[in-house]
């Protein structure tokens, strides 16, 4: 049993002890502790909650909702919904905040709860680490009977959300139905097998293949958007001679293309392709987190634009997609984050576009992915002993080279002329995890495997 507290929220495996997995007595402590802060941070007695289709999730809504009216909170409820739904619902119903009760890609056994804020963007660390000490402490009060919460049910806000991004200005639905596309879809059993099938037919796609779309939480494959876990999505295009397949994750905040051949477009430019039409209408920055492909640099600066990096996780990102009125950012495993719409990674909002800017151009979206700027990407990790100083052995490597170009804003990030190196500590284990990235996929690995050989040197 695993329960994990960070950045992204309070995840954990179903079952177990208390304090060992994501148990019912973690749930309300946790749920009680921000239910608390946030109604104290903003006055408002309001929170909107949401799930995926996971089969946990109904359980684990049903303590998030009683917990929340136990400390005088009025709830929302939207039920099967999407992370970027929450997230648009929140200030729309002017509350408090918001929670998702989502393990994003992690596989059925997982459930977590996702914190919003009052602008239904992810509450900073500073926050979260105020919740995680106030849920320990358990230092709060319950309401007395004449002060519980009321809940309210709305499932309107799937036609909300489709409505909010048919309306986005550089999204062309005639254009898409011009195109006459032909669309397969593999949602993995969970919410976005009815959100997107409803923004495609919003969108004028008249054909749609849908697999593994029933939102019934059982997982037909490993829920995470890889081109493993895609074969029948790859056997679907084909089969269907479709122009097109898309996979989103669990809460449908991750977005992969698949092309007509049935290769993945890569998650990497998931974000690349949307960033590329839109700075063509609208000049300006760019940011994604050091981990991702550096495709997007090429391409803001081929349109006139700066690029930044930050740090990974996705507010992180967001924060600094603030600083620099970024147009688009977003992060290298298929996330979409538009500030025109919201400030949260949309699937919806990805899928939109990049429908819009595959109508115009008339091309096949295999001839479109070879126009972009070529990346490969590989990913490596070492596992160290538990009491081995990793800030320590960062700080040699980056000694080592300090003359090249590099970050240390998360780990470190160095960047050569044709490839570029992250090294960052896992929060959860004693590894270093190694991406890397270059021209070909010999170049990305040659350089991951250079490091790797240093780091080896330096721990003997």
Known sequence: MTLIKSISGIRGTIGGRAGEGLTPIDIVKFTAAYGTIIVKQSGIKKIVVGRDARVSGEMVSNLVIGTLQSIGVDVIDLGLSTTPTVEIAVPLEKAAGGIILTASHNPGQWNALKLLNAKGEFISDAEGQEVLALGESLDFDFSAVEELGSVHKDYSYLQK?????????????????????????????????????????????????????????????????????????????????????????????????????????????????????????????????????????????????????????????????????????????????????????????????????????????????????????????????PELDIDNLLAKMEEKYKNEEHSTIDGLKIDFENEWVHLRKSNTEPIIRIYSEGPSPEAAEQIAQKIIREIEEIIK
Do not use: W
Not at 190 to 196: E, K, L, M, R
Not at 204 to 225: A, D, L, M, R, W
Not at 264 to 287: I, S
Not at 328 to 340: D, H, L, T, W
């Open 161 to 385: 959300h489709v409505d909010a991004v048919l309306a986005l200005e550089y999204v062309d639905k005639e254009a898409i139905k011009a195109a006459n596309f032909k669309v397969a879809l593999d949602a993995v059993n969970s919410t976005g097998g009815t959100f997107i099938p409803a923004l495609l037919d919003a969108l004028g796609v008249q054909t749609i293949y849908k697999i593994h779309c029933e939102p019934n939480g059982n997982f037909p494959h490993n829920p995470e958007p890889l081109k493993e876990h895609l074969t029948d999505l790859s056997a679907a295009v084909i089969e269907n001679k479709a122009d097109l397949g898309i996979a989103v994750d669990p809460d449908v905040d991750r977005l992969v293309f698949m092309m007509e051949d049935g290769e993945l477009f890569g998650e990497e430019y998931t974000l690349v392709a949307v960033a590329d039409y839109l700075l063509q209408h609208k000049k300006g920055n760019t940011v994604s987190n050091l981990s991702s492909t550096r495709a997007l640099r090429d391409v803001t600066k081929a349109h006139g634009g700066e690029y930044y990096a930050a740090a990974v996780g996705e507010v992180n990102v967001v924060t600094k997609m603030k600083e620099v009125d970024a147009v688009i950012g977003g992060e290298g495993n298929g996330g979409v984050i538009y500030p025109a719409s919201h400030y949260g990674r949309d699937a919806l909002v990805g899928v939109a576009i990049f429908l819009t800017h595959l109508a115009k151009l008339g091309k096949k979206a295999s001839a479109y992915r070879a126009s972009l700027p070529q990346y490969f990407m590989s990913k490596n990790k070492i596992t160290l002993t």
